[in-house]
């Protein structure tokens, strides 16, 4: 199933939604505090009051943005976000992409607190732990999550991991209390999540992952740091632990509804699920993604549950003028009159697709955004008032029962209320800043002074072989090592092409870039191998690092391969 919102997280998300939109009339919450919300015709002139399911208070596209242009005509039938949103804070590279796929870090795999580089590496939080808040933490993590004994093995992890750690792990022990059918505060839950709904496989960070991908550039190599190495998707982690609660106004509401109820013509009759009106929809992605290059985020469906996904652009293949027979025809009604919006002065029949980028997973590299974009189609018809501006819209078709829930504009991480207060948002953006330098030599440590061993003879990659060239290291001393560093320099022009692995005496060590980088020039990196993963902690042997081109037209060269010993 497709990663969404963890159930336990989609009421503070809308809440903080919903009490961060912009201000215009006030009102009061369910509290009794006041929230400052748009939606009232005298605060809003742009905007023209339609009937309740075209252009109600929550779908009034000013929610998300003021200033913004309704006027049909005006709007471009292409868009894409084409430049960073977070330009004004980090430096550009030539790789860096407005939007950056990731895992959505499961919640059932234990979120970022998953060794997701196999048992012996310490799990995102784990490294965080050491590296920040002193704690050394636990050599192991329980092989289980559920089932026999799980608990007392939870329990002994949680007695010896740093707090960040910890705070995640019981809140996995917390989520299954809460959804395996029990209703108290017992101790044994984690041992009966087996034969219960337990965690479903879809919750995860994917609300956390998709502010991130838009409001912080990707990491681009791994960084050590205080004596932990955080790979690539390691500080990706822990964006999304920080990002886990973010400010930004949100268009629509999400439908909880698991059975929606339709009219005659199939439009949802449940309030919750009748948005995100097509025409809100239109003005909202043509002025974010078409004019303004903003951040914006989408619930792909509707429904119980969550998919949260960056939207990146959007292409409208027909934007025709009908009459209102033509339009009912569309949306399956009958007769000549246009009933839906009686302020309507013309009706357009729209077929509009969005391109969102998917989830991906994790990895010691940057995986961009080549590769993990996909699309939706939706049809629709608006209505446009005298002025021709639009106000309000049915959908028509599929699109009547598949299309966005909500649309979200995330802003900037928010208070740490409800997401992991061990993680400080400042030491992550140390860490994402560090990840986008220029890789420094890598500290030889206290080993001998030949610990490092270097191949400079340039050797021309066969385009479209999968068989490659190598480049082979002799090490014939008796070095002992915990890691080594892996420089590899490559001139090739679409990275992507590329597959890059280590070996040792002829055998496979690590793959250290499987064709990620889409068309992107060149690579030029250090990779950090543990002594486990090369299953030695000698490094005599002939080291060699074979490097394959998977597709046809584009070539390069191995310029250089290079080996550090560390202790």
């Not at 969404?4 to 215009?24: C, D, F």
């Not at 779908?59 to 471009?76: F, G, S």
């Not at 860096?96 to 060794?115: F, H, I, K, L, Q």
């Not at 919006?341 to 940057?366: G, H, R």
Request: glycine fraction near 8%; proline fraction near 5%; charged fraction near 20%.
């Amino acid at each position: 199933m497709r990663p969404g919102m963890k159930r336990t997280l989609a009421y503070a998300l809308a809440t903080s939604l919903l009490s961060l939109a912009p201000t215009a009339c006030t009102v009061t919450d369910d509290a009794g505090d006041h929230v400052q919300l748009p939606g009232d015709q005298d605060d809003n002139p742009d905007a023209t009051s339609g009937k309740g399911d075209a252009w109600d208070y929550s779908n009034d596209p000013v929610r998300l943005a003021h200033n913004l242009n309704y006027h049909l005509d005006e709007l471009p039938r292409d868009g894409k976000l084409d430049h960073p949103v977070w330009a004004d804070r980090y430096e550009v590279l030539p790789d860096d992409v407005p939007a950056w796929a990731a895992s959505y870090w499961p919640t059932a795999e234990g979120s970022t607190n998953a060794r997701w580089q196999g048992a012996n590496e310490k799990s995102p939080l784990e490294k965080y732990d050491a590296a920040f808040n002193g704690a050394a933490g636990c050599d192991t993590m329980p092989s289980q999550r559920c089932g026999d004994n799980a608990k007392a093995e939870w329990d002994t992890y949680l007695g010896c991991a740093g707090p960040a750690a910890k705070w995640q792990s019981t809140q996995f022990q917390n989520s299954q209390r809460m959804y395996n059918g029990t209703d108290d505060n017992s101790n044994d839950s984690v041992d009966e999540c087996s034969g219960h709904d337990g965690i479903a496989g879809w919750w995860g960070l994917c609300h956390a992952w998709s502010p991130s991908a838009l409001l912080e550039p990707e990491p681009q190599h791994a960084v050590t740091y205080e004596g932990q190495t955080f790979a690539v998707s390691d500080i990706k982690a822990l964006i999304l632990t920080v990002y886990d609660g973010a400010n930004a106004t949100m268009l629509g509401g999400r439908c909880n509804a698991t059975t929606i109820e339709h009219d005659d013509v199939g439009r949802a009759t449940n309030s919750e699920c009748k948005d995100v009106n097509p025409g809100a929809l239109h003005v909202i992605l043509t002025n974010f993604l078409g004019i303004n290059d903003s951040a914006l985020v989408e619930d792909r469906v509707g429904g119980a549950q969550v998919w949260n996904q960056p939207m990146v652009g959007y292409h409208i293949t027909k934007q025709d003028e009908v009459t209102p027979a033509q339009a009912n025809q569309c949306i399956g009604a009958t007769g000549d009159t246009y009933t839906y919006n009686d302020k309507a002065v013309k009706l357009f029949e729209v077929k509009l697709t969005t391109d969102y980028i998917t989830e991906s997973y994790q990895s010691t590299e940057p995986r961009g955004m080549n590769g993990h974009i996909s699309h939706d189609s939706y049809h629709y018809i608006l209505e446009v008032d005298d002025r021709g501006k639009i106000i309000g819209g049915e959908y028509c078709g599929s699109s009547k029962t598949s299309h966005p829930d909500f649309l979200w504009a995330p802003t900037s991480v928010g208070s740490s209320w409800g997401r992991n207060p061990y993680v400080d948002v400042a030491k992550v953006q140390t860490l994402i800043r560090l990840s986008r330098e220029p890789v420094q030599p890598t500290d030889p440590g206290t080993g001998d002074a030949g610990d490092s061993f270097d191949n400079t003879d340039p050797v021309a990659i066969p385009d479209n072989d999968p068989n490659g060239v190598t480049s082979d290291i002799n090490v014939d001393q008796d070095i002992t090592f915990s890691k080594l560093s892996v420089t590899v320099d490559i001139t090739h022009t679409w990275r992507g092409d590329l597959e890059v692995e280590l070996l040792r005496d002829g055998t496979a060590v690590k793959t250290l870039q499987d064709q990620a980088g889409g068309s992107a020039d060149n690579l030029q990196r250090t990779y950090t191998v543990s002594a486990d993963e090369a299953g030695t902690t000698s490094a005599r042997g002939e080291w060699s690092l074979r490097v394959s081109d998977n597709a046809a037209q584009d070539t390069g060269t191995l310029n250089r391969f290079a080996l550090t010993f560390l202790e």
